[in-house]
């Protein structure tokens, strides 16, 4: 079992940045692939980036290659989303998720774990 808890959301204008950041409990954390995902309001819930467990390996979505950039580190259980030249569109409730599976996913389905999401809000 894996508990998530994400922080570092909040409230920036447009073309700041956020680090977001998600502690995971658990020893095995560093055997899992991490994600991050993305609702806005009225929306279904996207995915960002992830990225595998050694670290090495990072996948984006079109609308954040570029700006966003996702990181690990297993000695912390930690895994962090570093969102530059953030964008009004890019507001929304982010949420880190854990795959067991190993590979590199998009699909939520495929995540086992997930945290409670931190809000997002860029201002134009």
């Known amino acids: 079992q894996v508990q998530l808890v994400e922080s570092g959301g909040g409230l920036v204008q447009a073309g700041g940045s956020l680090r977001l950041s998600c502690a995971a409990s658990g020893r095995t954390f560093s055997s899992y692939t991490m994600g991050w995902f993305r609702q806005a309001p009225g929306k279904e819930r996207e995915f960002v980036a992830t990225?595998?467990?050694?670290?090495?390996?990072?996948y984006y979505a079109d609308s954040v290659k570029g700006r966003f950039t996702i990181s690990r580190d297993n000695a912390k259980n930690t895994v962090y989303l570093q969102m530059n030249s953030l964008k009004p569109e890019d507001t929304a409730v982010y949420y880190c998720a854990a795959d067991r599976g190993g590979a590199l996913s998009v699909a939520k389905e495929a995540y086992d774990y997930w945290g409670q999401g931190t809000q997002v809000t860029v201002s134009s």
């Open positions: 990225i595998n467990w050694t670290g090495r390996s990072t």
